[in-house]
Every structure is written in structure tokens, then in C-alpha cells.
């Protein structure tokens, strides 16, 4: 087995480097069709601040 492993290393490289490839392009691409759109986004980030500021105001 470990001779026929030293034997075709050369092929398992090149698979192992393709499948990280896919995995890595496969990743990418459905993170970004999955992504928060950014008109999302900033109105999250508009509320979280109107929420600080409104916090903000309390006296204690």
C-alpha cells in the first residue's frame, strides 16, 4: 500500500489540490449568491445605531 502510495503521490497532489480548489470556488460562490444583501445590512446598521443613541439619552 505505502509503495503504491510513493508511487503516485504526484496524482494525489493534483487530486487533493482540486478538491480544495472546488471546495474553496464552491464556498465562494454560494457565499455570495447566500450573503445579507447590503441594503440589508445597512438598515441593520442604521437601527443599531438609532437604538444607541436612544440609549444614549437615558439619565440614570
Not at 494525489?12 to 441594503?39: K, N, Q
Request: aromatic share 10%; glycine share 8%.
Amino acid at each position: 500500500m505505502i509503495q503504491f502510495i510513493k508511487e503516485h503521490w504526484v496524482q494525489y497532489l493534483i487530486g487533493a489540490t482540486v478538491a480544495v480548489l472546488l471546495g474553496l470556488g464552491l464556498a465562494s460562490f454560494l457565499g455570495s449568491i447566500w450573503s445579507t444583501p447590503e441594503s440589508v445590512r445597512a438598515e441593520r446598521v442604521a437601527a443599531e445605531q438609532q437604538e444607541a443613541d436612544e440609549l444614549g439619552e437615558i439619565e440614570f
